[in-house]
């Protein structure tokens, strides 16, 4: 097996891991992390397994779409039907991930009262379940992990995270928060030091990717030296800094931002054509244009805007005019 979670702790520590987040983490997105600061690693948007085995499918496959240039690219999965992470693992493999992760992480309602998610934190059964069909589904060939939290209503790390370490994974990822408190309080490291101990007691080979509230490079090494995870992952830091994973932090210049913008509303275009809106794109507009002089002006001025040409002429009259 081509196993990337070792690959990357053997070469890399911390290793970086962009987190998955829905809307956000799309093939587009991807590609201009890929190009102009790469993490080790990433995810896609979660997809799901049993939609994917349902005339639903097409849909579903929107977000499983994969760009060579991205690099390594992890497909993350859910779902409730153990058969349906059989067939999704099987085909995943041969769409060319790097590996499969099982969310078992995603604190909403409507995924929780299906049972799927975070509800498998306290349906130890069906955890299993899913996570064996998905070791079957890819024959040996790529690895196979579970990013989850560390209990569903009260911190319950070492039973939970006992228990997957039990499952034969080849990696886990510790959002260092329960189900119940969302994102609402800071992350719990001092539960990712113990999923660590209790890694190298249970399932030594099992690499732990530790997450929460890391919004810099120099807080991954701190973490990562408070705890001994193996990697980090990043999320919502990506939303202050493009260039969270660049080892030389370096400033940018607004052209230089707008150019990386343009770059991004003409490859999500390209990609989506009319099947997906542009509003959406819109939540990345603070990503480029902050905290320059008159960003907020700018961005007003964007979001005012009904498409993706109206936007890429706004943006080509600024960088003309400076
Ligand atoms: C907009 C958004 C979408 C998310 N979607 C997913 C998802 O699809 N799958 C998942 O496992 N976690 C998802 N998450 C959770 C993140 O992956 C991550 O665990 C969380 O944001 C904490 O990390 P951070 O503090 O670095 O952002 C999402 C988070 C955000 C903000």
């Known amino acids: 097996m081509n196993n990337i979670w070792q690959n990357l702790k053997e070469s890399k520590q911390p290793f970086c891991v962009l987190a998955p987040m829905d809307d956000v983490t799309d093939t587009v997105f991807r590609q201009i992390v890929a190009k102009h600061a790469p993490a080790d690693l990433m995810m ?9 085995c349902s005339p639903g499918k097409e849909a579903i496959k929107t977000r499983l779409r994969l760009s060579p240039s991205e690099g390594p690219v992890i497909a993350q999965i859910w779902g409730i039907n153990p058969d349906n992470y059989y067939i999704m693992a099987r085909d995943l493999v041969d769409m060319g991930f790097a590996g499969i992760d099982i969310n078992m992480g995603c604190p909403v309602k409507d995924m929780i009262k299906k049972g799927a ?3 498998m934190i306290q349906n130890h059964a069906l955890a299993a379940e899913a996570i064996a069909a998905t070791i079957k589904g890819v024959k040996g060939q790529i690895p196979v ?3 989850t939290r560390i209990g569903f209503n009260t911190i319950d790390t070492e039973n939970w995270i006992g228990f997957l370490l039990q499952q034969k ?5 510790v959002h260092s928060r329960t189900k119940k408190e969302m994102s609402k309080v800071p992350a719990h490291w001092d539960e990712v030091a113990k999923a660590v101990t209790l890694r190298d007691k249970i399932a030594p080979k099992t690499v732990i990717i530790g997450n929460g509230d890391v919004l810099t490079r120099q807080e991954a090494m701190a973490r990562t030296k408070q705890t001994g995870v193996d990697g980090i992952m990043m999320g919502r830091g990506i939303f202050y800094n493009l260039f969270i994973f660049d080892e030389n932090q370096k400033e940018h210049s607004l052209a230089e931002m707008l150019g990386i913008l343009m770059e991004h509303i003409m490859l999500y275009q390209k990609t989506w054509g009319d099947s997906k ?3 959406p794109l819109k939540k990345f507009f603070k990503l480029y244009i902050n905290g320059f002089d008159g960003s907020a002006s700018i961005r007003a001025l964007l979001m005012d805007t009904k498409s993706a040409q109206e936007a890429l002429e706004i943006i080509g009259i600024i960088l003309k005019t400076g």
């Open 44 to 52: 896609t948007e979660f997809a799901n397994a049993d939609g994917y």
């Open 117 to 119: 998610c975070s509800a």
């Open 145 to 147: 992990s579970v990013k």
């Open 277 to 279: 809106t542009f509003e």
């Open 169 to 173: 994974l080849d990696a886990i990822t």
